[in-house]
């Protein structure tokens, strides 16, 4: 399983980005993807994740302005952000696991200036 993250920059507080994590070679068999982050200093978090069956879940911080998706067609997780804010600064990782193995991707620096 090979993942490519895509999507992060610089934007300016209040503004959106949307992160991609192309998934090879299919995202149809896993039963996990998630979005982490790691800001300089601290520990890598999770921000948002789909389970197994399907439901969505947010870390609190986020709630209310990113939504994670997937699209089977295109074997891509995307991360939506909205209303971004300095303290969302970091570098964003994609995460899915399969029946065998968890597998990260190569991470995405995501810059918000105040």
């Known amino acids: 399983v090979q993942l490519q993250a895509s999507g992060g920059g610089l934007v300016q507080a209040g503004g959106s980005l949307r992160l991609s994590c192309a998934v090879s070679?299919?995202?149809?068999?896993?039963?996990?993807m998630g979005w982490y982050r790691q800001a300089p200093g601290k520990q890598r978090d999770w921000v948002a994740f789909?389970?197994?069956?399907?439901?969505?879940n947010y870390a609190d911080s986020v709630k209310g302005r990113f939504t994670i998706s997937g699209d089977n067609a295109k074997n891509t997780v995307y991360l939506q952000m909205n209303s971004l804010k300095p303290e969302d600064t970091a570098v964003y990782y994609c995460n899915v696991r399969d029946s065998r193995a968890s597998h990260w991707g190569q991470g995405t620096q995501v810059t918000v200036s105040s």
């Open positions: 070679p299919n995202i149809f068999s896993m039963k996990y």
């Open positions: 789909i389970d197994n069956d399907g439901s969505r």
